[in-house]
């Protein structure tokens, strides 16, 4: 069984700062993804990573895939209130993907 | 909208009787998956289709779940004798698999609260 691991599970913190949050396995994943959730919203795609070592940015957001491809982790620079929800990592496992618990981020004006 | 669509949004219903879910994807798609989420917790895989075939159940998919998508295009998840751990967001996604990746596009859930 293919396990994502998401720390921390929870995130408070005042507008402007950084921070990071971690997606870690123990299983090797062709492609690892990351999305944003909203309560009572489905989750919404923000990148996929496919190579070792990988870096994508978007705007304040950084994703990095570890070289094993077995973790990833997500920096946020100068948070702003409305990236406020629930950050999950997401695996490619066969057919399906398969979820993290998540980490709930709020932010704070 | 051209989103996922699912309905109902909300369903409040007693143990015992039955609910039937409705999703529709985005038209080109033909891959369509179905998710259950409890609070605290991320998606857990139910089943997914492609086209019209169900290629894949979890484990977690009891005898009294049964899901279908007739024509390749809308689908439907019911619960029969719904049980008080059935309450959930069930999730309904789909996408259009180009290559290794695969971007799913979900829905915003039918909140199902069994009471």
């Known amino acids: 069984t293919q396990l994502l691991e998401q720390s921390p599970q929870f995130l408070s913190i005042q507008e402007g700062e950084n921070l990071t949050v971690y997606c870690n396995s123990s299983?090797?994943?062709?492609?690892l993804q990351w999305y944003r959730q909203e309560p009572g919203e489905g989750p919404v795609l923000l990148v996929t990573?496919?190579?070792?070592?990988e870096v994508k940015k978007l705007k304040r957001l950084t994703f990095q895939f570890g070289d094993a491809r077995k973790d990833s982790s997500l920096h946020i620079t100068a948070a702003q209130t409305g990236d406020t929800g629930l950050y999950l990592c997401?695996?490619?496992?066969?057919?399906?993907?398969?979820f993290g618990a998540g980490t709930i981020l709020r932010v704070k004006s | 909208d051209t989103g996922v669509s699912q309905d109902p949004r909300h369903k409040i219903t007693k143990r015992g009787q039955n609910v039937t879910f409705r999703c529709d994807p985005i038209?080109?798609?033909?891959?369509l998956y179905w998710y259950r989420q409890t609070l605290g917790q991320g998606p857990e895989f139910l089943t997914y289709?492609?086209?019209?075939?169900?290629?894949?159940k979890s484990r977690l998919l009891s005898d009294r779940f049964s899901a279908e998508r007739p024509k390749g295009s809308f689908s439907t998840l019911e619960i029969q004798r719904t049980e008080q751990g059935d309450s959930a967001m069930y999730l309904c996604?789909?996408?259009?698999?180009?290559?290794?990746?695969?971007?799913?596009?979900f829905g915003s859930g039918t909140q199902l609260s069994v009471l």
């Open positions: 299983s090797v994943f062709s492609s």
């Open positions: 038209s080109e798609h033909n891959r």
């Open positions: 997401a695996g490619a496992g066969g057919n399906k993907l398969v």
């Open positions: 996604a789909s996408s259009l698999k180009q290559g290794h990746s695969e971007k799913l596009f």
């Open positions: 289709f492609q086209n019209e075939a169900q290629l894949e």
């Open positions: 990573v496919v190579t070792g070592g």
